[in-house]
T-cell receptor, first 114, second 112 residues
Framework: AQSVSQHNHHVILSEAASLELGCNYS??????LFWYVQYPGQHLQLLLK??????LVKGIKGFEAEFIKSKFSFNLRKPSVQWSDTAEYFC????????????FGKGTKLSVKP | ETGVTQSPTHLIKTRGQQVTLRCSSQ?????VSWYQQALGQGPQFIFQ???????GRGNFPPRFSGLQFPNYSSELNVNALELDDSALYLC???????????FGPGTRLTVL
């Protein structure tokens, strides 16, 4: 069965600290990979996505993610977090070119202390 | 803003009742998907509609049903509500052959 695992339930960082959120997926085929963010009281927003090509993808607000096919991973990174990055982050996958439904991880809540 | 709106924002129902949630997508977004997000969980796929026909369904019982209309609006209907149906219900839409879905703000349903 297809699944997405996010390793950390809640991460607490101070401003300017570096961030890495883990995401592993289980899927028997080529995939599209996504990171979505949900700020408090707001809707899910797309941070970045990987479909093919360069495995290092850059998204909005200084976030980037690296696709490592051999490890079935798509970890999210940011060199220096800000208080405004406090939010819940969701990794998601669907089948490559399927235009199909997304399978989400359980999410990681990030709290950034000012 | 994604251009996807949902109504109502919040809703309280009692067990056994029926509920209809509404979504309005951007013009040209022919595909709409519905997701259920329970507290502390990621969104789970309920079903997807394309040009007014259901073309994909997750692991949800038949009492979850939907409709899509030509004016890019859609509905999620849930019959015989159960306590476990309490969740945030998200609508997401996209144009033809697009891989990226655009989410609405959700409807928070509480079943007492």
């Amino acid at each position: 069965a297809q699944s997405v695992s996010q390793h950390n339930h809640h991460v607490i960082l101070s401003e300017a600290a570096s961030l890495e959120l883990g995401c592993n997926y289980s899927y028997g085929g080529t995939v599209n990979l996504f990171w979505y963010v949900q700020y408090p009281g707001q809707h899910l927003q797309l941070l970045l996505k990987y479909f093919s090509g360069d495995p290092l993808v850059k998204g909005i607000k200084g976030f980037e993610a690296e696709f490592i096919k051999s490890k079935f991973s798509f970890n999210l990174r940011k060199p220096s977090v800000q208080w405004s990055d406090t939010a819940e982050y969701f990794c998601a996958v669907n089948a490559y070119r399927s235009q199909g439904n997304l399978i989400f991880g359980k999410g990681t809540k990030l709290s950034v202390k000012p | 803003e994604t251009g996807v709106t949902q109504s109502p924002t919040h809703l309280i129902k009692t067990r056994g009742q029926q509920v209809t949630l509404r979504c309005s997508s951007q013009s040209g977004h022919n595909t709409v998907s519905w997701y259920q997000q329970a507290l502390g969980q990621g969104p789970q796929f309920i079903f997807q509609y394309y040009r007014e026909e259901e073309n994909g369904r997750g692991n949800f019982p038949p009492r979850f049903s939907g409709l899509q209309f030509p004016n890019y609006s859609s509905e999620l209907n849930v019959n015989a509500l159960e306590l476990d149906d309490s969740a945030l219900y998200l609508c997401a839409s996209r144009p033809d052959r697009a891989d990226t879905q655009y989410f609405g703000p959700g409807t928070r349903l509480t079943v007492l």
